[in-house]
């Protein structure tokens, strides 16, 4: 297959990756104009950048624990990307998986009521696939608690609910600016907060996070250049057909490496800002697509976002009936050169060994687990033609 579509992708250009390393080399204002930048369009008042999502997750959480050091739990959906408990066990912190509402792909809220409060030290929403969460009722069950609210807007991006941006509602949230998310740099992950104390504690962790090396930077040039020429459908076959890059891989790993964000990673986020809207809005109008596609299917369903949201959908998500359909549709979108995916390989109850990083001996959520068998995504992003829609849409219908 010559022609193979991204399961995700972001416009970047070879050009805009030379005139930001250029910013980067020569402007030392980077960091200060992009996170003020970013502060103005999201309308918080304190933003702070690490090189990944999962450790800006890591800094948070560490930040918060050093409020609440008899705290020590971590509320998160059963199911959702490994980075999250990995980011959990990194901060030296316990995990208590809630179990989702697939027709959300929200948090349960009656079982989220019934984590004890006692050692909880925040909840954290994920808005899977840019779908928004009720970040403002899990925010009452944790001021109930005592806890704080983690907003994870790692896939979502410039996506609404209630008129407020996905990441901003919580006492703190973060975005991931990684491959495959809303915008990527490369690397990075952006941290907000409107909470001073929170500010002044996420700060001191920053703080301390070291430089990035020069190979580390070189690296990531050389990893951007690669990604604006290969995510080319044309091209992308290459990379994909490399098993050690491990493209599409979910690993559990909390020895990740964390650093600030590199210049070149800021210098890039300022030009790429203001291409969100119109990337969303194509991300949007493809979901409708899909939505049209199954609409009405026994064998397939998608998750309905509440009134007053406005998704961003990374990936559009579709819940077929069994583990045998997900199956054949991922088997026969594939061979039709489209990057669907099962996305993650398990809920988070059933990565090996995470047993011991519980806060609970009974840790198994069936509804998360069930649907990590039955999830597939597709994508949304700039490069999928009408030619690639219409493929699709007739796939899923005779699947």
């Known amino acids: 297959m010559l022609r ?10 070879i050009t805009q990756v030379f005139q930001a390393a250029g910013r980067a080399f020569y402007r030392s204002d980077c960091a ?7 502060a103005s369009q999201f309308q918080v008042q304190h933003v702070f950048a690490a090189s990944s999502g999962r450790a800006a997750l890591s800094l948070i959480l560490r930040a918060l624990h050093h409020l609440r050091p008899n705290r020590d739990v971590v509320a998160i959906p059963a199911y959702t990307c490994f980075s999250v408990p990995g980011s959990i066990v990194r901060a030296g912190l316990v995990i208590h998986p809630v179990d989702i509402n697939p027709e959300t792909m929200d948090l349960d809220h009656a079982q989220t009521k019934a984590v004890p409060p006692e050692r909880l030290l925040c909840i954290i929403t994920c808005n ?12 009452e069950i944790a001021r109930a608690k005592g806890a704080f609210l983690l907003d994870d807007a790692a896939q979502a991006l410039g996506a609404i609910r209630d008129q407020r941006f996905a990441g901003t509602s919580g006492d703190v949230g973060l975005y991931s600016l990684g491959r495959g998310k809303s915008l990527s740099t490369g690397e990075g ?5 409107n909470h001073d104390e929170i500010a002044n504690s996420v700060r001191t962790e920053v703080d301390a996070l070291p430089a990035p090396s020069l190979r580390h930077t070189t ?20 990379p994909n057909s490399l098993p050690f890059l491990k493209l599409g891989v979910t690993e559990f790993d909390p020895g ?21 809207e119109e990337i969303n809005h194509r991300r949007q109008r493809n979901a409708q697509r899909f939505a049209a596609a199954v609409a009405g299917s026994s064998s397939f369903a998608i998750p309905k976002p509440d009134t007053g949201s406005l998704p961003t959908y990374i990936r559009f998500p579709v819940i077929a009936r069994d583990e045998r359909i997900r199956d054949r549709a991922v088997t026969r979108l594939r061979a039709a050169g489209i990057g669907a995916s099962a996305f993650y390989p398990t809920a988070i109850c059933d990565i090996p060994g995470i047993g011991r990083h519980m806060a609970l001996q009974e840790f198994h959520q069936p509804r998360a687990e069930g649907l990590a068998r039955r999830l597939l995504t597709l994508p949304t992003h700039h490069l999928v033609t ?9 796939i899923l219908r005779t699947c």
Not at 32 to 38: I, V
Not at 189 to 193: A, E, K, Q
Request: net charge positive; with cysteine; glycine share 8%.
């Open 386 to 394: 009408g030619e690639d829609l219409e493929r699709i849409a007739a």
């Open 32 to 38: 200060e104009d992009s996170l003020r930048l970013f």
């Open 4 to 13: 193979f579509v991204p399961p995700a992708g972001t416009p970047l250009g």
């Open 189 to 193: 992950g952006i941290i907000v907060t």
């Open 128 to 139: 899977l696939f840019g779908i928004v969460s009720d970040v403002q009722r899990i925010r």
């Open 256 to 276: 990740f490496e964390a650093c600030r964000l590199p210049a070149l990673s800021q210098a890039l986020l300022m030009k790429l800002l203001g291409t969100l």
């Open 219 to 238: 690296r990531l040039l050389l990893g951007l250049l690669a990604y604006a020429v290969f995510v080319n459908p044309r091209l992308y076959w290459i």
